[in-house]
């Protein structure tokens, strides 16, 4: 059986070294195969050991890239993109479904995993969805470096104009990238979903209800406020995400995870 490739990315210090062992064992249970997880960091320190390292590299063309970063208000937001370089991971072979550090995977992953082979697969973002313009969702991603290494290329030859042209949004960069090239598609909406917008109800009956997990989600996204670690116990920082404590979060995110890989890493 072929390997499945899992890698995420973590730099500076909003998320621990927990967020990553959680994520390793929440998608090594979910997938039916050998599992190669890597992620991109700094700083390996408390990391399982079963989690490849890749150092977190200083790209040639990070000034011009961050300038028009800062330009856009979003200044490292894409530093995502260091994956996506052809011939960066040793010995790969085959695609990578990669995940942002603030999701919960709370189902099999195997339909994500084989989804459209040869595509960019990316979720429809909500807001962009609501609005009805096509830019995919960047919390979980599958592309193939040896097919897709143009998504690296392209921003290292032309940093500035390239982050000008997403307006500094490298799920934008990256969707609309592969769109134009033929190579996208979306991950049906029912797989991955947010906690905020579809989980928690809005007021008055979040006050009333616990959240729910949907009954066919595999993926729950934590983009924006509250993260996990605010929603799994109750949050209390706006009226509008206002949420009772959710028992499935601390089940998938945590209990789970400590029984795989034990309380130190979890």
């Known amino acids: 059986m072929a390997i499945i490739n899992v890698a995420c990315i ?15 064992s929440g998608v090594r249970r979910n997938l039916n195969g050998d599992v190669r997880f890597l992620c991109m960091t700094e700083n390996s320190e408390g990391l399982h050991p079963d989690v490849e390292v890749l150092e ?17 208000n979003r200044q490292g937001a894409m530093r995502k993109t260091s994956l996506f370089k052809s011939g960066l991971i040793p010995d790969l072979e085959g695609p990578i479904l990669g995940f942002d550090l603030d999701v919960v995977i709370a189902g099999d992953l195997m339909p994500i995993w ?12 909500w807001i962009e969805a609501r609005k009805g313009r096509p830019t995919g969702h960047g919390s979980v991603f599958r592309f193939d470096p040896a097919r897709h290494g143009y998504l690296y290329d392209d921003l290292a030859a032309n940093p500035y104009e390239e982050v000008e042209k997403a307006r ?42 616990a959240p729910r ?3 066919n989600a595999r993926v729950v ?16 920082g706006s009226l509008l995400r206002w949420s009772r404590p959710a ?11 400590v029984e795989d890989l034990g309380a130190s890493y979890c």
Request: hydrophobic fraction near 35%; aromatic fraction near 12%; proline fraction near 8%.
């Open 10 to 24: 973590k730099w500076g210090t909003v998320f621990g070294p927990e967020y990553v062992n959680r994520l390793y």
């Open 56 to 72: 977190l590299p200083n790209e040639p063309f990070s000034e011009p890239m961050n300038a028009a970063l800062a330009v856009a």
């Open 247 to 257: 028992k499935w979060l601390k089940e998938h995110w945590i209990t789970r995870a």
């Open 168 to 209: 500094g949004s490298e799920q934008r960069y990256t969707s609309h990238k592969a769109m134009d090239r033929g190579e996208f598609a979306y991950i049906p909406g029912d797989l991955v979903v947010s906690f905020k917008h579809g989980c928690l109800d809005l007021p008055p009956l979040n006050y009333l209800r």
């Open 213 to 215: 997990l949907p009954q």
């Open 221 to 236: 996204c934590f983009h924006g406020r509250p993260k996990m670690s605010e929603a799994v116990e109750g949050y209390r």
């Open 114 to 125: 084989k989804l459209a082979e040869g595509c960019v697969a990316m979720r429809h973002d």
